[in-house]
């Protein structure tokens, strides 16, 4: 058995209603822990595109692909966690900054290349972009002024190169567990 | 051309072309225009005495026949009063199509009189659902819905088909075209090089088992099961469901393996090398404890579930397909060898696991549940078609009636029904009318469905019923025995006179208290014309044996206490 880790998968689902909760349900259901869930429409009209992290070992992650492709909606599901692939999150952080601490938080949060979004006379609002650890280093130097409020996005991911999550690729499932 | 239709009568002719003649239902306000409709459909309809035994009959009637069951209710408490035989049907993977009226569109959502959100609720035991707000939908999803239920890994659907879509008037469009869905594939083939991989692992095997399954009886795999054994001499066990798949009559039979499992069948598997498991899934019932199954054995799981492998078990090989083209695949490939020594081996078990409950029980007179089973199992001659519900009597059948054929013994198995039984046995009827049908169930079980006797006498129908009447929910008493230190809370039961139940329903009712008893009232029951119901009062504080503890390993079995001598009489 192999040790859990965090993984990430795309999946490619019929744009119908219900489909999203088919799709958590089945998590809950066989009690896999979601950390993010994201949906949107795609390029291809119809098909909606949901990316889903969640932590999992490789065995679990081979059967949590396997119980997806039992559902009549889903289309393609790629674990993306051993593939290159380009990972982005969006946090929105209000952070308490007086004239006193204004200074030092925009410095902080130049650093990290966060945008100021509102300036209020006890508040600044920031949105960054970026991979997971990104997000967790900016609010974790903020909060020592004191974070207000902090809205994360989930992760969305796309594989590099030239490839597409296809849903003609839907390969046969690996038939040799050995 | 097709001439304008309402959606009601859309979906009769929809199910009529499935090859649908019979359907199990009861009426009610949102269904009320397709029971309308239904005046003018061909398509026999049972008017069940609660939904539950609807989905029970759709249930039973598919297991036998090999096709999709349907069974049909309105919406709010009659779909609701559907649920547990949908749950029934998934944990079993029997092809069922449940239809229902909902609500009129305007009203979903608004809580209005009988609104129930059914997809919600049957969505964890559907294997699909559908909502249906137009006319215009209903013949492409009842086609739908037959092939997702009927086709892969079969399952329960849903179809909830608001009373406005069964109103409202479309000119349908039929299609005869396979059915193509973009997002369900539900074939899979084992590769060439796997197959050959398993044979050599099968030709190296010292000791090896064959686990059977129900994928067996559902893949019409039987011959094929069958050529394979002749060709490798490897012995077989069975599942509950797998039971009939391999003729238990056959020398190479072990019988049922698990926690009500034969003790020689768990010793085998508990010793050998290679485990070679066909459309069985590993169940906690059949393993006993994971990490003391069978600890020396590799395993090849052969099973049309690719998210069925390592669930619970881990496979050595994993031949992920329909297991009739598995088999038809491996039989050419393997060899025979000689099992002389695993399978004297195995006859050690035998010898040393002492003999059958039922040759080691006092011959006193006294009516034990196994005495009515085998003696049905001699009289019947092990043709008839059994149905039992879920308990003591249940493996108690599965142990004593040796069934020779797939299709003959349905049980629930996954979910464990009580009150399975009776309304299955009534489906099971209707798939097969010639077959000579045993109801076997317990006094608890018996009770929660018999409803239905009612249904049996309107309908016309013949069954034989066996109740395995001993006071008790008995299984669940045998466990406070075991585990609870005999607080026997709850399990005392009383039961109405069955013999009058019988008469007031217009059926024949018979006592039996006594072995001696059991050939002449199963006789009469036999020649009777109509149904006729046999209340056998067993001995009371049995229990079934032998018996893993949920828990424990596979070979650690509670044994029958005392045994006594075989006699000659009972071979």
Known sequence: MTSTRLR????????????????????????YNI??????????PGVSRMTIVMEADDETARRIEAN???????????????RPCVQRELALIKVRADQASRAHVLQLAEVFRARVLDVAPEALIFEITGPRDKIDGLAGVLAEYGIVELVRTGAVAMLRSAEAVAEQAQEQPRTSAA | MSSPRTGAQILWEALRREGVDVVFGYPGG???????????????????RHEQGASHMADGYARVSGKVGVAIATSGPGATNLVTGIATAMLDSVPLVCITGQVSSRFIGSDAFQETDITGVTLPITKHNYLVTRAEDIAKTIREAFYVASSGRPGPVLVDITKDAQQAITVPVWSDAPVRMRGYRPEHRAGGEDLARAATMIDRAKRPVILAGHGIVKAEASALLHDFVAKTGI??????????GFPATHPLSLGMMGMHGEAWVNHAIQEADLLIAFGMRFDDRVTGKLDTFAVNAQKI??????????????????????????LEGLVPLVSRRDRAPWLARIAEFRGDSAVRDIQTMPHDGRLFAAHVMHDLWRITEGKALVVTDVGQHQMWEAQY????????????????????????AIGAKFASPGDEVWVIAGDGGFQMTACELTTIAQEGIKLHIAIINNGYLGMVRQWQQFFYDGRYSATPLRSPDFVKLAEAHGLTGLRVTARHEVEAAVQRARAAE??????????????????????AALHDMIRRPNPILETAEDD
């Open chain 1, 68 to 82: 997806l492709y039992k559902l009549v909606n889903v289309l393609k599901v790629e674990d993306t966690t051993r």
């Open chain 1, 8 to 31: 990430t998968y795309i999946m490619h689902v019929e744009d119908l209603p219900g489909v999203l909760n088919r799709v958590t349900s089945l998590f809950r259901r066989r009690g």
């Open chain 2, 301 to 326: 799981h052969c099973e049309l579930d690719p998210a069925e492998i390592n669930k619970n078990v881990r496979a050595d090989i994993a031949l992920v397909g329909d297991v009739r083209d598995t």
């Open chain 2, 401 to 424: 009636y040796k069934h020779d054929h797939p299709r003959k013994l349905v049980t629930s198995g996954g979910l464990g029904t009580m009150g399975f039984a009776l309304p299955a």
């Open chain 2, 530 to 551: 109509g149904t006729v119901v046999i209340d056998f009062r067993v001995e009371q504080e049995d229990s079934v044996y032998p018996m893993v503890p949920a828990g």
């Open chain 2, 235 to 244: 012995p077989v066990a069975s599942t509950l469901l797998g039971l009939g």
């Open chain 2, 30 to 48: 949102a269904i009320m225009p397709a029971y309308d409709a239904l005046l003018e459909s061909p398509i026999r309809h049972v008017l069940v």
């Open chain 1, 35 to 44: 950390d993010s869930l994201t949906v949107g429409r795609t390029e291809q």
